[in-house]
Structure formats: structure tokens, C-alpha cells
């Protein structure tokens, strides 16, 4: 009998079990991460519309979670790192901060449980949106000339210039981009997996001949019960660090000193 169940469910899992394949002959454009990519802003948009429809002085749950969600990234997020300034960021810091709270969530819901942003080409879209809006305040602010000299010169002695400007360079138009998307990639993607070994870990552990691994199946999935609690924690906590990260490369373009 463990045979045949082996025999049926194919271990160990392929490419095409951690990335699924595109979603009938429509094209390759359309896959489960596309739609999960799709599902999630429409839940961003329908939510902050139905929740500000019909605004009240005393706010609805709705409302209330509404403004809470806005007023936690506008003032702890665009106000305290970036300042004053920061405050006509807050719409797009809080977008970027719901949207990708959203899309991680997906990891632990039963029947999707994968995120998008396990997918390197999301995470770097999104770094790459927060990429061309800090170059474009920089270079709005400063001048194309002024910003690159803001950006890559350091006050130090004059020997020191051609080791540091290559380096901060190199950090601020490559590695700051490449971090954003890399971290929140990284992050998801070995959730999934950690969550995907232990799952499937349970079934071969009872599929096991010996009766004495059998029982350790239990525990298998006993780990992967707390790891979906750990992953909801690390789903905030990388929504809020992509969202912090944005707000902290915005407040270093926009200030007057390196």
C-alpha cells in the first residue's frame, strides 16, 4: 500500500511543483502567479474604496482598519524617515506596503499557499518602481549632475576618491535595487520551501516501512503547522521592511547632504 501511494505522489517535487505552469493555451502570460498578482490588487483597491465609499465621523471596522493601515505607514513609515517631505509619498509607500502585505499572505491561505513575491520578477518590478522614482526626486532636486555627485562623492581626502565613488556608486544604481527585490524574494521563497519540505516530509515519513518513523510524521506536520504561523509573521515583517527600505533610499535622494 505505501508503494502505491509513493508510486502516485511524485517525490522528491519538481521545478514544476514550486513554480506551476502557465494556466491553460491563453499564453504565456497568464499563470497562477499572475492571477495571485491580479487578485491582489484587486483586494487593495475594492477594500480602500468600499472602506472610504461613504466616510462617517465615527468609522465604520471597515474605515477604521482603513485609516489605521494608511496612518501607521504615513506617519511611521514617510513622516519619521523621510519627514516633512515625506508626506506626499505616503499614498505610493502605503500602496507598496498593502499590495505587498496582500501578495505574501497567499503563502499560508489553504488551496494558494505560495506568494508571487516568491518569484524573483515581482519583487523586481517593484524595486525597480521604487528604483526610478528615488533617481527621478533626485534628479528633480538636485540636477542629472548634482545627484550623481550626490550620490557617489563622499567628503574625504582627495587619494581616498577613486576607491570610495566607484563603491557608493556601485551602491546607489545597482545594489540598493538588486538588495530591495533579493530580500523579499529570498524571504518567501525559502518560506515556501521550508513549508513544502515539512509537508511533504510527513507523507514520506508515512509512507516509511519501518514503524517506528511513522510516528515522527506527526511531528513533520506539527512543524509545518508552526512554520505557517512564523511565515504570517515574516509576510508583515517583509512588507514592512520593502516599505521602510523605500522610504529610507526616498529620504537619502531628497537630502541635502550625502
Not at 19 to 40: M, Q, R, V
Amino acid at each position: 500500500m505505501s508503494g502505491l501511494i509513493l508510486a502516485e505522489v511524485p517525490f522528491p517535487p519538481t521545478v514544476g511543483d514550486i513554480f506551476p505552469p502557465n494556466i491553460g493555451d491563453i499564453g504565456p502570460w497568464l499563470s497562477k502567479f499572475t492571477l495571485l498578482i491580479l487578485l491582489a490588487v484587486t483586494i487593495v483597491l475594492v477594500y480602500f474604496l468600499v472602506s472610504y465609499r461613504n466616510p462617517q465621523v465615527v468609522p465604520t471596522k471597515k474605515q477604521w482598519l482603513a485609516e489605521s493601515i494608511y496612518g501607521f505607514v504615513r506617519e511611521g513609515v514617510a513622516k519619521d524617515v523621510i519627514g516633512h517631505q515625506g508626506l506626499r509619498f505616503a499614498p505610493y509607500l502605503a500602496s507598496l506596503f498593502t499590495f505587498i502585505l496582500v501578495a505574501n499572505v497567499f503563502a499560508i491561505v489553504p488551496g494558494i499557499q505560495i506568494s508571487p513575491m516568491s518569484h524573483i520578477a515581482f519583487p523586481a518590478v517593484l524595486a525597480l518602481c521604487t528604483y526610478g522614482l528615488y533617481l527621478y526626486q533626485g534628479f528633480k532636486k538636485h540636477g542629472f549632475f548634482g545627484y550623481l555627485k550626490h550620490a557617489t562623492y563622499l567628503p574625504a581626502p582627495w587619494y581616498m576618491q577613486p576607491l570610495l565613488l566607484p563603491i557608493e556608486a556601485l551602491q546607489a544604481f545597482i545594489l540598493q535595487p538588486a538588495t530591495l527585490a533579493l530580500r523579499l524574494f529570498a524571504n518567501m521563497f525559502a518560506g515556501h520551501m521550508l513549508l513544502l519540505v515539512f509537508t511533504l516530509g510527513g507523507f514520506a515519513l508515512l509512507n516509511a516501512e519501518s514503524i517506528f518513523i511513522k510516528p515522527i510524521s506527526v511531528l513533520s506536520w506539527g512543524m509545518t503547522i508552526l512554520l505557517t504561523f512564523f511565515e504570517l509573521l515574516v509576510a508583515a515583517l517583509q512588507a514592512y521592511v520593502f516599505t521602510l527600505l523605500t522610504a529610507n533610499y526616498l529620504a537619502g535622494t531628497l537630502a541635502e547632504e550625502h
